[in-house]
């Protein structure tokens, strides 16, 4: 089959599958046979709403890295941490190997799926000088590591829940907190709700080498 | 199945064929001629390398007994502290939930409830929309009640599944203990027990489930 110069799609033969169930189904039921779902060849509109998502997203990342992100209390002395002042601070207590699990977590992984999708989606709409299989694996990557950056936020629950001793020891989040929950939530959705099918498509009319 | 027929409209033998013999990538919609996989084999998309399918690797007396493990092992997990910690003669203790408790109390009730939905909610819910899948299945798949059940069920799956993060909470829970081992000394529990067995269970059940193959279930 890929000896063909342009591979066949489903699109082309009037099939496509059913975006909930996985089913084969033809375009012109309408309907999924087993579940009953609406089924569509391609959803175009999935860019601009993942542009929408993606483009908050990105705004929201700003006050997630720049306004404090826990408030620690240690015997009357108050400390603000931003993600990465405290990073910074658990270099200099020499727990390197957690601090780079957290810089990967919540500094290097929200920033490359942003700039990831924002690539992938553009890559839809304009030709781009990037193998489409390089776009997917990346694609594919922000997808499974998105999540890992829940990480943050369960260590600030842990920690806000343990260390609760008023002026001696005490630990609370701080706004960037909800900032950086935001960022998460959206940018997962952003990835979700694109479909993906979109690039295959247009670069090909264009492109066939590729 | 005979409703089913009746809704398609009519086509020809050939379309028919094509129909069970081929698999669209749902990444980038290349056709794909299906052939028989030796277990453990996975088929990748040619063109864009996304998983198109695997053997089914779904036997559900298996899954019913990971799915009832890992029921018995969800309350432990969630109502023992996961992490205890002593400091100048006080033990503070904290569950999960007690966790996005404390986040939630603070006014950042977005972060609690990320919290609460990602470790302790999505995770109860996947347990148990598995587990009555897997006794429908067993038990009830042809009444009609139950088959409706069954889908709406499978439908949500792949939502409950991305939203419960477990994995993540456990590297969660030693990144905690490294950050505060140097200040106090830092317990285990039977929470973190069960929690630690409870996670082990989910990721096999997980492994085990193939969504796939359960949709598939509906049309024997």
Known sequence: MSKLSRPPQGETLGLTNCPTCKYLCHLEQGNCPRCGQAVQSRDRTSVQKSWALLITAAILLFPANLYPITIMTSQGQVRQDTIFSGINHLVHLDLLPIAIILFTASILVPMLKIFGLALYLTAISYRLPISKKTLMAGFHIIEWIGRWSMLDLFVISITAALINMGQIWDAKPAPAATAFALVILLTQLAAKVLDTRLLWDRLESKDDTN | ?220
Request: hydrophobic share 50%; aromatic share 12%.
């Open chain 2, 1 to 220: 199945m005979t409703l089913d027929d009746r809704k398609r409209p009519r086509t020809d033998m050939k379309t028919e064929v094509l129909d069970k013999s081929i698999v669209l990538c749902r990444a980038c919609d290349l056709v794909v001629r299906k052939r028989a996989l030796p277990t453990g084999v996975r088929a990748l998309c040619p063109r864009c390398h996304t998983n198109l399918y695997d053997t089914p690797y779904c036997s559900v007396n298996g899954m019913l007994a990971l799915c009832i493990t890992a029921l018995v092992l969800y309350f432990p997990a969630n109502f023992f502290p996961v992490l205890e910690m002593h400091f100048l003669g006080s033990i503070r203790t904290t569950t999960i939930a007690g966790g996005a408790m404390a986040v939630a109390s603070q006014g950042y009730w977005v972060v609690g409830i990320a919290v609460l939905v990602a470790a302790v909610i999505a995770p109860g819910l996947l347990i148990v929309s598995i587990l009555t899948q897997v006794l429908i299945v067993k038990y009830r798949l042809r009444v009609p009640f139950f088959r409706n059940i069954y889908k709406k069920l499978l439908k949500q799956h792949s939502l409950l599944a991305q939203l419960s993060m477990l994995e993540i909470y456990m590297i969660s829970i030693f990144v905690s203990v490294f950050q505060l081992s140097d200040y106090t000394d830092l317990y285990f529990g039977i929470g973190t027990f069960c929690f630690t067995m409870l996670f082990i269970m989910v990721i096999f059940m997980q492994r085990e489930y193939d969504i796939e193959h359960m949709w598939s279930v509906l049309d024997e």
